[in-house]
């Protein structure tokens, strides 16, 4: 990661990927082209029957195959947003700390969610993507 830091003059600082800490600025801007993404540039697999994953890896990350049902989100920080691909049958018991509405969400493979963090127990749905259903028309 290579950052621009502003004083009286720019100096450019080199972070490697095995830094780890918290980077404070009043504003960050990007010019061109970001992306964000887990440790390997590619989306991170949550584990099989993990309850509640850690998010703290990434933003984008593909749940297991097997069927799970999701009650919360780990290691995340306010204002972090994740996008999970389904990778199987994959529920959102939404009466925990998942705010999605009143009733449970469940995703099957290929489906998209995408969750904003309230604090570091709390998350809320943003969008659903179903595969399902036609998308062409009324928005989403």
């Not at 450019?12 to 993404?37: H, K, M, P, R, Y």
């Amino acid at each position: 990661l290579l950052m621009t830091t502003w004083t009286k003059e720019a100096t450019d600082t080199t972070i490697s990927s095995t830094t780890t800490g918290q980077i404070t600025a009043s504003s960050l801007e990007v010019a061109g082209s970001f992306a964000a993404n887990g440790p390997s540039s590619t989306f991170v697999t949550m584990s099989s029957g993990d309850t509640s994953p850690d998010v703290s890896t990434g933003n984008i990350f593909k749940s297991h195959s097997d069927g799970v049902t999701i009650d919360q989100f780990d290691g995340g920080v306010c204002g972090q947003i994740i996008i999970i691909i389904s990778g199987g049958q994959t529920e959102y018991d939404v009466s925990s700390e998942l705010k999605g509405g009143t009733t449970n969400i469940r995703t099957d493979a290929g489906d998209v969610t995408m969750w904003v963090c309230e604090s570091a127990t709390v998350w809320h749905l943003l969008s659903w993507m179903d595969l399902s259903i036609d998308l062409s028309s009324d928005g989403f």
